[in-house]
Nanobody, 122 residues
Framework: QVQLVESGGGLVQPGGSLRLSCAASGSIFSINDMGWYRQAPGKQRELVARITSGHNTNYADSVKGRFTISRDNAKNTVYLQMNSLKPEDTAGYYC????????????????WGQGTQVTVSS
């Protein structure tokens, strides 16, 4: 069993910052890509940022220059540093990870966290 647990969401004013964390635990052999998605009410879930096991990153155009994704492989944890937050960043943020659970069976699966709410409002 694999679990992803997110933390760090909250209420901030426009221009403020938050740092989200997501820790994976359970039967983990290795983790490939990890990422953050967000979903606002009435909208489809969208990719915010992703990072590979080799620390290559990609970002949604709407957050480039403001958000930074990073990971600590020893801790099976991915982070999202969010700066210069805007009201349009308000959404539930969800952690995602592609995880191998066996060294012998080379099949990966995608796992999702429960989500953490980020609200940007004055």
């Amino acid at each position: 069993q694999v679990q992803l647990v997110e933390s760090g969401g909250g209420l901030v004013q426009p221009g403020g910052s938050l740092r989200l964390s997501c820790a994976a635990s359970g039967s983990i052999f290795s983790i490939n890509d990890m990422g953050w998605y967000r979903q606002a009410p009435g909208k489809q879930r969208e990719l915010v940022a992703r990072i590979t096991s080799g620390h290559n990153t990609n970002y949604a155009d709407s957050v480039k220059g403001r958000f930074t994704i990073s990971r600590d492989n020893a801790k099976n944890t991915v982070y999202l540093q969010m700066n210069s937050l805007k009201p349009e960043d308000t959404a539930g943020y969800y952690c995602n990870a592609e995880i191998y659970t066996s060294r012998w069976f080379r099949t990966s699966r995608n796992y999702w966290g429960q989500g953490t709410q980020v609200t940007v409002s004055s």
